[in-house]
């Protein structure tokens, strides 16, 4: 019997029917509480702002005022600053499932949100010609305090909600039409994801009954294509999700429109478009919708140049903290192994353009005698120095030179050498995408402990999620997990 005949006869199925609702109720409450305890929040540090604006000793400080300045009179203000961040916060989706789900993803909407704020609050206090006139002081105050309070109160929520009681009650039940080897990469991601916001409660076969890649013993076939229609009545999901690829357009159709009738979601795994998905948007172009990969983070000539700016700042930094460093170890070395500290190699960088790479030399000058290869652990070609170093990322300080050089980013998938991406553009899907920008001296996918002799394919994953997700404050914490992790590291 089926997991459907079992919901349809069986009224120890009851909860079934009832787990979507039960989850959206429990995501209200979530949410309701998350806005009250926000806005309490942000109303106590302008509140608290206020306090220590004009009842402490920084009241001397900056333009003197006649008379003290009471809460009362500062009440249009706080009301306004009030607006203002719970409108930012809502804007920059901090009340959705996946951020409530994921403490990342709430850090950096209300980051965003800071910055709004205080952006908009200005313009607007001065705009309206408050009386008495906004203190930019009491600004600066509010926001110090709305981005300490926030986040350590969210972060106390999303202990909370991590729990595994409560978190499950908020992952999107998704119900799978076939099968794929791909999704079944898809459900490992699932399962990994910060946010963890799907749960897969089983599958139905497709209509001609064959599923493409064996389904897992663990995961339930709950009935066919023609039983899709009562199964979503039943509401055992919120979210149908098509995972083959060789399904007919009628039948794709005819699945939309059932999820359209029962109100639930509909999603298609892309097969045709494998890579950088969350760069794909849809245009007109006479009249006739294309698709196509368009708009990612670093299209942007405002993020380019954002990043540039970065890269020549940590680059000046980069290089004159490293001069000592590398005097030291370039002296251990020449006493372990006579010969040059520097070692160069040729990479290909952004759009396909070589450059030379600088190293501290980490192994053997006769390294490389019989080929180009990957480093092992206990690879007997190393120094002895060169491990340490290696395990550190000493042997990559060189190379802020190369990111002043415009030729690397600080942050970026790792350049490769030309001979061996000859090989691997043949072999590994979309492993030249990783060439749409500067390669990095660190990247998403070493500090995630994907460096030398590991899986490529695993690498090229970590490397297009940069691609896409890109933003300032990922490239920073991606800098400060290259210091914390070593994982990979030989």
Not at 222 to 251: F, H, P, W
């Amino acid at each position: 019997m089926s997991l459907f005949q079992a919901a349809s006869t069986n009224p120890t199925a009851m909860p079934l029917r009832q787990s979507a609702s039960t989850s959206a109720a429990q995501y209200h409450k979530l949410v309701s509480g998350a806005f009250v305890c926000d806005l309490l929040a942000v109303t106590y540090a302008l509140l608290l702002a206020h306090w220590i604006r004009f009842d402490t000793p920084v009241a001397s400080i900056g333009v003197q005022t006649e008379g003290l300045i009471g809460r009362m009179d500062y009440f249009g203000h706080i009301v306004l600053g009030m607006v203002i961040m719970m409108s930012a916060l809502v804007k920059f989706g901090v009340y959705s499932r996946e951020s409530l789900l994921s403490y990342t993803a709430t850090l950096k909407g209300i980051v965003k949100s800071c910055v709004v704020w205080i952006v908009a609050y200005l313009s607007l206090t001065l705009l309206l010609k408050f009386d008495p006139p906004i203190s930019r002081i009491f600004c600066g105050i509010g926001l110090s305090l709305i981005m300490t309070i926030l986040p350590v109160w969210r972060g106390i929520l999303w202990r909370v909600i991590n729990r595994e009681e409560t978190s499950s009650s908020l992952r999107h039940r998704a119900l799978v039409v076939g099968w794929s080897s791909d999704f079944a990469k898809a459900v490992e991601m699932f399962a990994h994801a910060s946010d963890r916001s799907f749960d897969v409660v089983g599958v139905i076969s497709p209509p001609d009954g064959v599923f493409q890649t064996p389904v897992p013993p663990n995961m339930p076939v709950m009935g066919s294509y023609e039983t899709l229609e009562a199964l979503l009545q039943l509401r055992v999901c919120q979210t149908v999700i098509v995972a083959d690829d060789a399904l007919k357009t009628g039948n794709l159709m005819k699945i939309a429109s059932i999820c359209e009738k029962e109100m639930v979601e509909f999603k298609l795994v892309p097969t045709c478009f494998q890579v950088l998905l969350s760069g794909l948007h849809l245009e007109s172009v006479g009249g006739v919708p294309i698709l196509g990969i368009s708009r990612l983070p670093l299209h942007s000539t405002v993020n380019q140049t954002l990043k540039r700016a970065v890269d020549i700042l940590g680059g000046m930094v980069g290089v004159c903290l490293a001069a000592p460093v590398i005097a030291l170890f370039g002296l251990i070395i020449k006493n372990e192994s006579p010969g040059p500290i520097f070692y160069r190699q040729r990479r290909l960088g952004a759009n396909g353009k070589s450059f030379d790479m600088i190293k501290l030399r980490s192994m053997k000058l006769d390294a490389e005698k019989d080929g180009v290869g990957w480093t092992v652990k206990g690879d007997p070609r190393v120094l002895r120095v060169g491990g340490f170093m290696r395990r550190w990322n000493i042997d990559e300080i060189p190379q802020f030179w190369n990111v002043l050089r415009g030729e690397m980013s600080l942050v970026g998938p790792r350049p490769e050498r030309p001979e061996l991406i000859e090989e691997f553009k043949e072999d590994i899907p979309h492993y030249n995408a990783r060439h749409n920008i500067k390669p990095g001296i660190t990247g998403w996918a070493q500090v995630n402990g994907l460096r030398g002799d590991t899986d490529l394919s695993e690498r090229i994953r970590f490397d297009l999620h940069y691609i896409e997700n890109w933003n300032v404050i990922f490239d920073f914490q991606i800098m400060f997990l290259t210091f914390i992790k070593r994982e990979g590291a030989c």
